[in-house]
């Protein structure tokens, strides 16, 4: 089972709403992963957590905040943010960060910045 | 120079063909290299990783990977309308990130 989830589906916000992106996955892996991805844009990585600890943060602006509770569980917090912010957010995970394992993308949360 | 270079296509293929994608990479440290198939808005889905330098097949796909020209390609042999998609070809380097291409636009015509 290479299951990960992601809720919600499609979330529409203000600028001026709070909302947080959840990820799971009950595989094991020790890495996840959140990735933004503009249309016809390749996904860009945000941010990466390895054994439960944040390892990269790319250069993220502060109105995105990640969360990681446990080894299964991974969360995004939005606060803020601007229309430009509008994209499909994706989250991944793989078995060990260090290695050379493959990622398993979720099905992604489709955000709207209105 | 772009870490992962793709040519972005539209590659059109007919039904039956084989679809060859190409991709290089800049990083001579690079260990692991994966395909990754995404049809519109959806996300990406793995069909291909490879390690090591020669072939790899899987069903109707074969990955080809030369370290030394530092170059990886994916055929997919007997080409469907349902392969139509963006292929987006991804390199790991030795630290926690995995680099992706700007992905290969495939049409299959039946």
């Known amino acids: 089972d290479t299951e990960v989830t992601q809720t919600p589906k499609h979330l529409v916000m203000g600028m001026t709403n709070k909302k947080s992106l959840k990820c799971e996955q009950h595989?094991?892996?020790?890495?996840m992963y959140w990735y933004k991805q503009k249309a016809k844009k390749p996904p860009e990585l945000m941010f990466v957590?390895?054994?439960?600890?944040?390892?990269i943060n790319e250069s993220v602006p502060s109105r995105f905040s990640p969360e990681c509770p446990n080894s299964s569980l991974l969360n995004l917090h939005l606060h803020a943010l601007q229309p430009e912010d509008s994209a499909l957010y994706l989250c991944?995970?793989?078995?060990?960060?260090?290695?050379?394992?493959?990622?398993?993308f979720g099905p992604g949360t489709r955000l709207t910045v209105t | 120079q772009k870490e992962v270079e793709q040519n972005s296509g539209p590659l059109s293929v007919p039904e039956g063909a084989i679809a060859s994608l190409n991709c290089t990479y800049s990083?001579?440290?690079?260990?692991?290299f994966f395909w990754y198939r995404q049809y519109s808005g959806k996300s990406p889905e793995l069909i291909m990783s490879?390690?090591?330098?020669g072939d790899k097949e899987d069903g109707r796909f074969t990955a080809q990977l030369n370290k030394a020209s530092q170059y990886v390609s994916l055929l997919i042999r007997d080409s469907q309308p349902s392969d139509s998609a963006t292929y987006l070809c991804?390199?790991?380097?030795?630290?926690?990130?995995?680099?992706f291409g700007a992905g290969t636009r495939l049409f299959v015509k039946a």
């Open positions: 991944a995970s793989s078995q060990d960060p260090r290695r050379h394992y493959e990622q398993y």
């Open positions: 595989m094991g892996h020790r890495a």
């Open positions: 957590y390895s054994y439960e600890k944040l390892s």
């Open positions: 990083d001579r440290g690079s260990q692991s």
């Open positions: 490879i390690y090591s330098n």
């Open positions: 991804a390199v790991k380097t030795g630290g926690f990130k995995t680099i």
